[in-house]
């Protein structure tokens, strides 16, 4: 397939269509495609052909896989399509973070985000419309929960993310690292999630390595296990808090899953593979609530004997959140007391904040339907 060029039509995939019967081929994984393809009474290998097509080609009209039969493109047409989701916003901000506000088929919006560095380039990816989780600091969780996303929706975002660089036509534009780090709690979506996974790292799609694809949970304490079990790639943890007291303020999931059972998951993640060299801890710094160097000893002995990469975020502050950022000088004594003590500890740069894009500024615009049934979550600021 090396003579077929590249075609990137965002415009014709982004179109929606009103046949739900359809099998998206964008959100089967290879499995899924080679089940696929034997139930339709052809060979497996077509998998791979197509799913180079749609990934790598970014081809999404059948006439044109011209390496399947005629009659094979006339059949994929009529019983399957490749269908993206629609770009409603796309945004640059002055730091090169790119930032799209995708249109779900049913009228709701998520967004991704690409945050280009020196070494590489990270794709945030959403993986719920909304979230019921309630971390306290977070914009995402404020805006309530509607659903989980599908496969091809998950995908979808890596697709045109990946697409739409490519048509920047400029250097270092490339998707090296994807983070599920968007809007939503991906341990609770977990079949679609680890399906989406599968695609990226398949090397007839987007072919990442397991050490370039981090799933981050807020502590969801039987799926991080079932995930230890399924896959192979990066965990992430949000901590934010080294005791049960201020971690069910801040992340209320805590109240289902405290401390112990957290840090005792991760040890079983840890012992499940030794390429899993260690789990990446995000902790966000809000000003006098969890900045203090009290916190950063209570950290020091909850994370002791688990290889630990501590992230640090300063918090992005949004209208209404209740908090503000720690100073600079807090920050700096935080991660010096993490790094005296030994610990791993890096300082995420706010990027992308003039458009909205820094970690917990997602909202994106859903229409949330949890409210009657979340199960996690006590009212506060009044605002409920
Ligand atoms: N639900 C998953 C993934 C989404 S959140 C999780 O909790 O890990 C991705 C990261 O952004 C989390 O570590 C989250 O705590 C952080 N975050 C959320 N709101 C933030 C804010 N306002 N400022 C900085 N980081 C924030």
Redesign the pocket.
Known sequence: MSEVQPQFEIKSAGQLRADVTLTNLLGLDRAGLEAFFIANGDKKFRATQVMKWIHQLGVTDFQQMNNLSKELRNKLSEISCIQNLQVAEDQISTDGTRKWLLELPDGNHIEAVFIPENDRGTL?VS?QVG?A?D?S?????RQGFNRNLTTAEIISQVWLAAHLLEEEKKPDRKITNV?????????LNFDNVVRAVRIMMDDFAYGLSKRRVTV????VVPAMDRLGDTLDMRL?????AGNDELRNEL?PVNKKYPLEELMAACRRFIDKQNSRSRITF???LLDGVNDKPEHARELIKLLKGIPTLM?L??????EG?G?TTSSKQAVSRFSEILHNAGMTTVV?K?RGDDIDA????LAGKIEDKSRRHRRFVEPRFGME
Request: charged share 5%; aromatic share 10%.
């Open positions: 945030c993986s979230c989780l971390c600091f977070c914009s995402t969780g983070v599920m780090m968007g809007m939503g709690e991906p341990l981050s949970t807020a502590g992430a943890v949000s901590l934010h992340v995000e902790y966000v992230n975020i300063p918090f992005n502050p949004f959140s908090y995420r706010t820094a970690c917990g500024q």
